[in-house]
């Protein structure tokens, strides 16, 4: 398989630059959550105050994601995702001035991850439909691998740097780190060029019915993404509600989770290296197939909760989700018109998206009524199952790279 090092020579240096940018963004990704929720810690520990303030990031977010996909693709997605990365640079820096300065109230956080929360809606799409734009077709394979491969090492160590620097100089700090990342990856998005939009002869609600005609039309895109939808909150609502509670009621404990979720993280990577010299040539097959790992970890703390069992599920659970993440974003690359490229992405995010808080609020009721490890191996064969399920669609098995 070609290496990166194969592009054309005037487009090497704008995905070069693109790939910079995505990898500074990410790590300061990766070290935000520790840092804002030991942020909000310092302030308060309230139980309801991380939640609110994580949730001021997330309504926004959602609501807007489809506008975001629409203004991608009519005025630019280079545009689009600098402009992003420089509200959210400034909203993690007022956040750490104003911890710094001892001056922080929830309610600042609250408004402030709410605009960040705006700068997302706007980013996501753009992010998804840029690859395509600076990388020839038959090189996406190779392009998406290396920016999942410095994700998967950046989760690993992204929480950990934040963590330390929480320890050592604060959690302020660890945010004014984390804005200067958002403000460094506007600035490397500078040379890189693409072709401009095409003219805008549409209104804004023309395009998002435009965006919506296509996504209802495309059936293995519709699909999934409705699979993904119910996916997501059983997952989120499972492990990331229930897992945690699950870990301290057995000899798990909180060191236990702790590794389990770094087992996933290398997981992860062992699955980019692989597919650096493995070619997908079904990848909506080959990622469904993955994703059933991903289902693992809920059966195994129903079923069998020990540190072992859940450290080898975790790690599938990574493999596997990763090996779906490369072969979605093939799929979609490789399939859906460039001009329409991220607002599919946002209707799939929308998906993605809309259904997790419901997993997250209905699990802990759930599990009060009957029992932690029932509603957790029920969760886990459900997911397993709406992963099979998919398969049985046509659209879903002959979809091939184009």
Request: charged share 10%; net charge positive.
């Amino acid at each position: 398989m070609a290496s990166i090092s194969a592009l054309a020579p005037f487009r090497v240096p704008h995905f070069a630059w693109y790939f910079g940018a995505r990898a500074v963004n990410q790590a300061g990704h990766t070290m935000a959550p520790v840092a804002l929720a030991f942020g909000v810690l310092a302030l308060t520990d309230a139980p309801g105050a991380l939640g609110a303030v994580l949730a001021a990031h997330m309504v926004p977010m959602v609501a807007l994601l489809l506008a975001g996909g629409v203004i991608a693709d009519r005025f630019g997605r280079r545009r689009v995702i600098q402009a992003s990365n420089i509200l959210s640079g400034l909203t993690q820096g007022s956040i750490a001035l104003l911890m710094l300065t001892g001056n922080a109230e929830i309610w600042h956080l609250v408004a402030l991850s709410a605009l960040n929360g705006v700068a997302s809606a706007a980013a996501m799409p753009a992010l998804m439909g840029l690859v395509p734009q600076l990388v020839p077709r038959q090189l996406l394979q190779q392009a998406n691998v290396l920016l999942s491969l410095t994700r998967a090492s950046l989760m690993i160590l992204g929480p950990s740097l934040a963590a330390l620097l929480v320890v050592t100089v604060g959690p302020g700090w660890a945010l004014a780190v984390d804005s200067l990342t958002w403000l460094l990856s506007a600035a490397l998005l500078i040379p890189v060029r693409i072709p401009p939009p095409a003219a805008v002869r549409a209104s804004m609600v023309a395009e998002l019915r435009d965006g919506w005609r296509y996504f209802r039309a495309t059936t293995w895109l519709w699909l999934m993404v409705g699979a993904f939808a119910i996916l997501n909150a059983l997952h989120e609502g499972g492990i990331t509600t229930l897992g945690p509670a699950r870990a301290t009621q057995t000899g798990i404990g909180e060191g236990g989770w702790g590794l389990a979720l770094s087992a996933q993280a290398v997981g992860a990577l062992a699955a980019t290296l692989i597919f650096m010299r493995w070619s997908l040539q079904r990848p909506l097959v080959v990622g469904v197939l993955g994703n059933i790992l991903y289902g693992l970890p809920m059966i195994v703390l129903a079923l069998w909760p020990s540190t072992w069992p859940l450290l080898i599920s975790t790690f599938l659970a990574g493999f596997g989700v990763q090996t779906f993440s490369l072969g979605w974003h093939l799929a979609m690359q490789e399939n859906v018109p460039q001009d329409m490229l991220s607002r599919a992405y946002s209707y799939d995010q929308l998906g993605s998206f809309v259904a997790i808080p419901i997993g997250q609020l209905a699990m802990g009721p759930l599990a009060a009524a009957h029992g932690m490890s029932e509603v957790l191996l029920l969760a886990g064969l459900a997911y397993v199952t709406i992963c099979v399920l998919t398969l049985a669609s046509p659209a879903v098995r002959h979809l091939a790279r184009a």
